[in-house]
């Protein structure tokens, strides 16, 4: 299936789907470094026109993976389920700090994308989860030659990946996932 074909699919869910975050129906696309969330969620943004929360805005640097996933459910989830705005986390890795939060007013459909995003303490406001899989070295090169980051990210792979680790060993998330796609090397197949 391609990344397109992906998109496609994941869009014709939407009428089959309940709003479990109040009344925003919320697609989670997880998965480890590199395996093509980002790509995935903002081709799917655009079918959707929908607006999309990444986790890199919610971690606080290169260790925050697991500050990163419980802000997502007390700062945007949490909030938006009780049918107010978010103040969605806007962490600045230039500065290392976190700068002035985006208010998102609850939408009828978001996408969610990042490591951890489909962890435990979101599963209640997700409708849908996506977890996406490729080899450890697809992803590493993949992650390591973005042009918005991979060269700061390679300093920090190993201790990243093992964040991850430790997240997947204590919450197993791509067993919740709705659907579950190995992607290839060429970021336009999955």
Not at 116 to 141: F, H, I, N, P
Not at 176 to 181: C, E, K, P, T
Request: glycine share 10%.
């Amino acid at each position: 299936m391609t990344r397109n074909a992906l998109v496609r699919h994941l869009a014709s869910c939407l009428t089959t789907l309940t709003p479990m975050c109040g009344s925003t129906t919320v697609f989670a696309i997880d998965g480890r470094a590199g395996s093509g969330k980002t790509s995935t969620a903002r081709l799917l943004r655009e079918e959707l026109q929908c607006p999309l929360v990444s986790m890199e805005g919610l971690y606080p640097g290169w260790d925050g993976l697991e500050q990163g996933v419980a802000l997502l459910a007390s700062d945007v989830l949490a909030p938006l389920a009780r049918g107010e705005a978010a103040q969605v986390p806007n962490y600045d890795w230039e500065r290392g700090e976190f700068g002035q939060p985006r208010l998102l007013e609850p939408p009828p459909l978001l996408i969610v994308e990042g490591v951890g995003c489909g962890a435990k303490s979101s599963t209640e406001y997700l409708s849908y989860l996506v977890w996406l899989d490729c080899g450890e070295g697809v992803r590493q090169t993949r992650a390591l030659s973005r042009p918005e980051d991979g060269t700061s990210f390679a300093e920090h792979w190993d201790d990243w990946a093992e964040q991850e680790r430790l997240l997947l060993a204590g919450d197993r998330i791509f067993e919740r996932a709705s659907l579950m796609v190995t992607t290839t090397v060429n970021d336009e197949g999955t």
